[in-house]
């Protein structure tokens, strides 16, 4: 596709339970990101990738969130033990990464989690 | 800690009428300031972006100002739209960590009146 994809678009899960959120970046590009947009609010930085690496997951909350992007390309953040609090849209953005020295990050549609 | 911070959080224009917003930072290692545009259910868009070596960037309708000892930055929309109505992030980010993750203000929200 043209530009970065998220699936799925919406989720509602119960309090407790686990979920996976995937982002399919934009084609050739090495730098992915993961935020966190809370109503009413700015997108808050997660976790970023360099290739298959998570370089920095300053942002993640907690040892619930977690992260991978095995092959360099698609990614997924996974959710243990879902709160309540959980709920906000998940946002993905990718980059051409520092090798490009390109800060531009294009940002997908989002997943809105809601936790029941 | 709220390292960039925007005002206002709402601002209603006429159509055909300037819409400014202003962000200051905090951190002056911060040397790359995009605007991003947000429609309801959508994910941020960038809309331009300024790094501090020059003071202004325009880009058709829309400008940025920048203030470097005042660590602020504005964005200037002239001959508002109905179309622009959205919600409009400043953010920053620091080209010299290990990557150009973004620390974004809490956006205002822009009506434009037709």
């Known amino acids: 596709g043209a530009g970065v994809s998220q699936t799925p678009s919406n989720k509602v899960t119960e309090k407790g339970k686990y979920v996976e959120l995937r982002c399919d970046p934009i084609s050739g590009h090495t730098a992915l990101y993961w935020y966190r947009q809370s109503l009413g609010q700015g997108p808050e930085f997660l976790i970023y990738?360099?290739?298959?690496?998570?370089?920095?997951d300053s942002g993640l909350p907690n040892d619930r969130f977690f992260a991978v992007r095995p092959e360099g390309s698609v990614s997924t953040l996974k959710i243990q033990r879902t709160e309540r609090g959980d709920s906000a849209v998940y946002l993905c953005a990718s980059s051409l990464g520092l090798a490009a020295r390109s800060e531009t990050q294009y940002f997908g549609p989002g997943t809105r989690l809601l936790v029941l | 800690q709220q390292q960039v911070k925007q005002s206002p959080q709402s601002l209603i224009v006429q159509k055909g009428g300037i819409s400014i917003i202003n962000c200051a930072y905090e951190n002056t290692a911060f040397d790359y300031f995009p605007w991003y545009q947000q429609f309801p259910g959508k994910g941020p868009a960038l809309l331009i972006a300024i790094r501090p070596d020059v003071s202004e960037k325009k880009e058709g309708r829309f400008t940025i100002s920048f203030n470097k000892s005042a660590k602020q930055f504005s964005l200037h929309i002239m001959d508002s739209q109905p179309g622009d109505s959205a919600t409009y992030f400043c953010a920053a980010s620091y080209s010299g960590g290990s990557n150009y993750k973004l620390t974004f203000g809490k956006g205002t929200l822009l009506t434009v009146n037709p």
């Open positions: 990738f360099q290739g298959t690496g998570a370089a920095d």
